[in-house]
């Protein structure tokens, strides 16, 4: 049975389950539109699992059936304070989430049924694996609004599908369907809805069965290579792995033909 973690909204789920750290977003009233309290819960609960060893995998998704997260909350639109010409400008408690999914070394899934917009494909960017049904519906509408998209998400945007792709989605506004995202990149498989918890869980099955050290430094060469992240970081993940007792394991569990036992040291 699932362990339920705190996280201080009732919009924002945790859930330990097994090694599997889950997230959902639960404002299905409103489409799972992510308000400030729920950004700066979903940072409390990711920077958790980060830092707790038996969490492999993280897997986040929306309630409701109808919406990943339709965007961030725009219900007080009138008083919204968007990011200022510094770096480190804008809202600090929208803003904690995202960073806190750019700092997470662990795998993430997103599983994505219904509306991905806004601010929620800017979380949705930042998982590893996106795997969608075929009735989500992938968007950015900025320009509908006149409001600026943050940086931040315009690069994680960009390394995912490209400077046309990218164009496209930002420019106009429109609404893709779950095969034009997984043609530009954006989803790495589409399912039928009744499919998604299963290929969700299939795969983060598949991760947790593997080297917990080696998926940490893939996903920080990934990000070095993709420019937005440490390079030295990534180096000093590959020796931890070639000095691991996991990979005494591997080495062990292959001469021996059975399945190997990780243990993420």
């Known amino acids: 049975m ?3 973690v705190e996280t201080g909204t009732d919009k924002l789920i945790g859930e330990i389950d097994g090694a599997i750290g889950r997230i959902t977003f639960d404002n299905p009233e409103r489409h799972n539109a992510i308000t400030p309290d729920m950004f700066a819960a979903l940072a409390t609960v990711v920077d958790a699992y980060e830092h707790d060893p038996a969490i492999r995998v993280v897997v986040i998704s929306g309630a ?8 961030a909350d725009i219900g ?10 510094e770096p480190s400008s804008g809202d600090a408690r929208t803003s904690r989430g995202p960073a806190a999914l750019g700092r997470l070394t662990k795998p993430l899934i997103a599983a994505v049924d ?3 917009l806004g601010g929620g494909l800017l979380v949705a960017l930042h998982a590893d694996l996106l795997v969608a049904t075929d009735r989500a519906q992938f968007g950015i ?17 960009v390394g995912r599908v490209g400077d046309a792709n990218a164009a ?7 609404r893709f369907s779950a095969e034009e995202a997984r043609r530009m990149g954006l ?5 039928p809805p009744g499919r998604l918890d299963d290929e969700v869980d299939r795969l983060g099955e598949r991760l947790v069965a593997n080297a917990p050290l080696t998926l940490r430094a893939v996903k920080l060469s990934i990000a070095a290579a993709a420019g937005r992240g440490d390079r030295q970081a990534a180096l000093d993940a590959i020796a931890d792995c070639w000095a ?20 993420g040291r």
Not at 244 to 263: I, K, M, T, V, W
């Open 2 to 4: 699932a362990q339920p």
């Open 64 to 71: 409701g059936g109808k919406a990943f997260a339709s965007g």
């Open 76 to 85: 007080n639109l009138d008083s919204a304070r968007g990011p200022g010409r």
């Open 114 to 116: 219904g509306y991905c």
């Open 141 to 157: 509408p900025a320009a509908r609004l006149g409001v600026g998209y943050p940086i931040e998400g315009v690069e994680q945007l």
């Open 168 to 174: 496209l989605i930002l420019m106009t506004g429109n």
């Open 187 to 191: 989803a790495h498989a589409v399912v």
């Open 244 to 263: 691991s007792e996991d990979f005494a394991e591997g080495r062990a569990a292959f001469a021996e033909h059975r399945d190997p036992r990780f243990q």
